[in-house]
Nanobody, 116 residues
């Protein structure tokens, strides 16, 4: 059974930092592209960042470029999202995603709240 478990969310003041983690189990982690998405209240889920299975290609949403960094540790089956210079508009539930062609898995989400 595949599980993606996010952690690291919380309440932070604008300008602060958080690091999200997503621990994966039940899949061959190194074979999956990993990504982070977010959903703010009343809005659609949106892409934040992704890293290919090899780690050779990384993409970010324009809204987080230069502030967020995605990385992964295959030995720990974990993907991270380092979030710096946080803004109130970054407030959302952040979801981890594992994509492996015909397989697509999601975590339960972790709340990030940025106060102004």
């Amino acid at each position: 059974q595949v599980q993606l478990v996010e952690s690291g969310g919380g309440l932070v003041q604008a300008g602060g930092s958080l690091r999200l983690s997503c621990a994966a189990s039940g899949l061959t982690f190194s074979s999956y592209a990993m990504g982070w998405f977010r959903q703010a209240p009343g809005k659609e889920r949106e892409f934040v960042a992704a890293i290919t299975w090899s780690g050779g290609r990384i993409n970010y949403a324009d809204s987080v470029k230069g502030r967020f960094t995605i990385s992964k540790d295959d030995a720990k089956n974990t993907v991270y999202l380092q979030m710096n210079s946080l803004k109130p508009e970054d407030t959302a539930v952040y979801y981890c995603n594992a994509y492996g062609g015909k397989y697509d898995y999601w975590g339960q989400g972790t709340q990030v709240t940025v106060s102004s």
